[in-house]
């Protein structure tokens, strides 16, 4: 395992979070209304869960782009990884649908885990 490229990419998926979420901005704003999620600086729990959760998910997908390192394209590795976005996907609509977020807050959701594993993928290909 890469420990460098793991933390790398686990702090950048999490900074694209912020930055995706961001109640000033469109996203963080729809978010927030479909989700019935209210947003606290003040509270580092879910924020030190949500870097816990990058980080196992980056060594996951280090693992595994291992092997796409000899003669991998960074677009062969940005298919794969947005393929393996779809799986939590998927699980996260099945679950969403019972709590009560609405289809907006979920197409935020699954638009920002196929991008978060898209960037730790490349980052993880690129920094070996």
Known sequence: MGLLQVVVSAI???????????????LGQIWCKHANARLSRKDSVPMLIAFICKLLTAIL??????????GGSY???SHNALWFSVIPSLTYVAHACFIGHGWPAMIVD???DAASFVLMALIIVHLY
């Not at 900074?15 to 469109?26: A, F, I, N, R």
């Not at 997908?61 to 000899?70: G, H, V």
């Open 12 to 26: 950048a998926a999490q900074l694209l979070g912020y930055v995706w979420y961001l109640p000033d901005l469109p």
């Open 61 to 70: 997908l280090d693992d595994y782009f291992r092997s796409f390192i000899a």
């Open 75 to 77: 677009s062969v590795v």
């Open 110 to 112: 699954i638009g920002y």
